[in-house]
């Protein structure tokens, strides 16, 4: 129970590093607008990553202090720490786990810390920085984390004081004379957290590593090369489009490799520690090729960051014919990738060519079988997947719709009845022969006489409740739209008309700060013992505080792209 209650503590004491609150009461202090040179920090953090570490995300360069500090102040929602704070006050009498209890103790403790946060000066008073640089990457396999201090002897006062409220004494030990805490004392392995060079330091080693280990751990003995020497960071911002405020990737061969043939000290004595097997893949080596070649690795940056907008982004590499397959399978659905109304959902996806590139592969596993156990999972997988997609749904339907794009207009209660507004648009090769299909499940849409460029007509269905707004629909050459509340011929073709994006969406969404003002009002006005009031005064702050939210997939040039845009009010 010790070994779990210690593991709970490393990851407050790690949160406690990352975690700074500011209230938005107070504006910040002339002293804290004064900045360091990100650049010169940044050169110091990456020359402890190797260059051929199998995964590493570090920042190169700060995005200015007072601008973080800024910026966090308008995303933080009002009284949102001390509310925080007095629920886990309430919650801790009532837990009786021991590793919770020790947990929700931390928290509490961070949280009274961070609770009179008002100016950057008060971060700075914690020994924290608003911008820090960071780096998390792996020797061999072995996970070490890096955060930048503003002053690591107010830190230190810091920790200690989180600790003391929080009655938790931690053992210290000494190598290469850098001290560190020892956060977990039992177990095969140990968690250790340092704080030295005005950086704090998190890993998990061997509890019996070699002073060799942890020198190179602990930054005492650095790599023969780093991705600082490389320049492989500022290389990958470039290929993507990466702001220098994050970007990291998990590189799939080197991290197969290391676990299969470990060559790094780290990888072998933490396989060792925890008596894990190496995996066997000399039968497999051809197989694992074979997917990493396909799916080189996983890459994640942004590339906006700055007051008003951000933009994190995660690819999915995969080679070019994964790429060209791909784009071939997006289609244009009217207004895909828009942010207007409220709200929307839209997907953008040929069906007909889908199956044939799901049974392209499914043959091509078939005729060439993984040939490895571990692998034989794959191989049945693919099988269920092409069993899945031919069915008759799919075929009937997925002839004629190639996509669809949901918007939301307006959602209000009326006399105590809920009602929205909104386009639904359905996106086809051959509207005429979609009209047919929908008219098997809503008969009354085969009966309106739609045409393309014709006028909109009402749908007139029993299926619809009576509370529900007119119900309308128009015909394009390309697509059918369906308006709720919406009657107006011209609106409807206009939606038609619509142009799509460029950007090979496959899916894309939107939430504005009008709708979640929007909807929490709607919720206010129905009875819930699932929703309190504190939960219907965030959304209505999350309005406040987010003008545009959106995020998507899409066919990057180098896979496959998930995004996600805050933009603020």
């Not at 890096?146 to 200690?160: G, K, N, P, S, V």
Request: include cysteine.
């Amino acid at each position: 129970m010790k070994t779990k209650l210690y593991l709970a503590v490393t990851v407050a004491l790690l949160s406690a590093g990352m975690l700074t609150g500011c209230s938005d009461d107070n504006e910040p202090t002339a002293a804290g607008t004064q900045e360091e040179a990100p650049k010169n920090n940044a050169a110091l953090m990456l020359k402890y990553i190797p260059a051929d570490s199998p995964y590493f995300m570090a920042t190169r360069e700060a995005m200015p202090e007072q601008d973080a500090f800024d910026r966090y102040q308008r995303m933080q929602p009002k009284a949102s720490i001390e509310s925080s704070l007095d629920e886990l006050r309430e919650t801790l009498p009532e837990i009786d786990d021991e590793v919770m209890h020790s947990l929700m103790t931390v928290l509490i403790a961070m949280s009274e810390e961070l609770v009179d946060v008002e100016t950057l000066d008060d971060v700075h008073a914690l020994g924290l920085k608003m911008n820090p640089q960071a780096a998390l990457y792996g020797l061999g396999i072995l996970p070490v984390l890096r955060m930048q201090l503003q002053d690591e002897d107010a830190f230190r006062e810091t920790l200690q004081r989180i600790l003391t409220k929080a009655d938790i004494n931690l053992s210290t030990a000494t190598t290469n004379d850098t001290e560190y805490w020892v956060l977990t004392p039992e177990g095969p392995v140990k968690a250790i957290l340092a704080i030295d060079d005005q950086q704090l330091l998190v890993s998990v080693v061997p509890q019996n590593a070699s002073d060799e280990l942890l020198a190179q751990v602990l930054g005492n003995t650095l790599p023969d090369s780093s991705i600082g020497d490389t320049d492989a960071l500022a290389e990958l911002e470039k290929r993507h489009g990466f702001t220098p405020y994050g970007a990291g990737k998990i590189d799939s061969s080197r991290l197969l490799n290391e676990l299969s043939t470990p060559t790094h000290s780290g990888t072998q004595a933490l396989m060792e520690a925890v008596d894990a097997e190496q995996l066997d893949l000399s039968a497999c080596q051809a197989d694992i090729d074979r997917i990493t070649n396909r799916f080189p690795g996983l890459v994640m940056g942004s590339r906006e960051n700055d007051l008003d907008r951000m933009e994190m982004n995660l690819i999915l590499e995969t080679d070019e014919d994964i790429v060209s397959d791909l784009r071939t399978l997006t289609t244009q659905v009217p207004g895909l990738g828009s942010t207007e109304g409220m709200a929307s959902y839209g997907l953008g996806l040929n069906m007909p060519l889908l199956v044939q590139t799901v049974q392209k592969y499914a043959q091509e596993v078939r005729q060439n079988p993984f040939s490895c156990d571990e692998l034989q999972d794959l191989n049945s997988s693919w099988n269920e997947i092409n069993m899945a997609i031919n069915n008759p749904i799919t075929m009937m339907i997925g002839q004629s719709l190639s996509g669809f794009r949901a918007r939301i207009n307006s959602l209000t209660m009326t006399d105590g009845e809920p009602t929205m507004t909104g386009l639904l648009t359905l996106a086809s090769q051959n509207p005429l022969s979609l009209l047919s299909a929908a008219s098997s499940f809503a008969p009354e849409l085969g009966t309106l006489g739609l045409e393309p460029g014709g006028e909109a007509k009402q749908v007139e269905s029993m299926m619809l409740p009576p509370e529900a707004p007119e119900l309308y629909a128009a015909m394009s050459d390309t697509a059918i739209v369906l308006g709720a509340g919406i009657s107006d011929s011209a609106t409807l073709q206009k939606e038609l008309e619509a142009p799509a994006s460029e950007r090979n969406l496959l899916v894309h969404g939107h939430i504005t700060g009008e709708f979640y003002h929007s909807l929490a009002d709607f919720v206010e006005q129905i009875p819930s013992d699932d929703l309190s009031a504190s939960d219907i005064d965030m959304l209505k702050q999350y309005g406040d505080i987010y003008k545009n939210m959106e995020y998507w997939f899409r066919v990057d040039d180098a896979g496959v792209e998930m995004s996600l845009s805050l933009e603020l009010n």
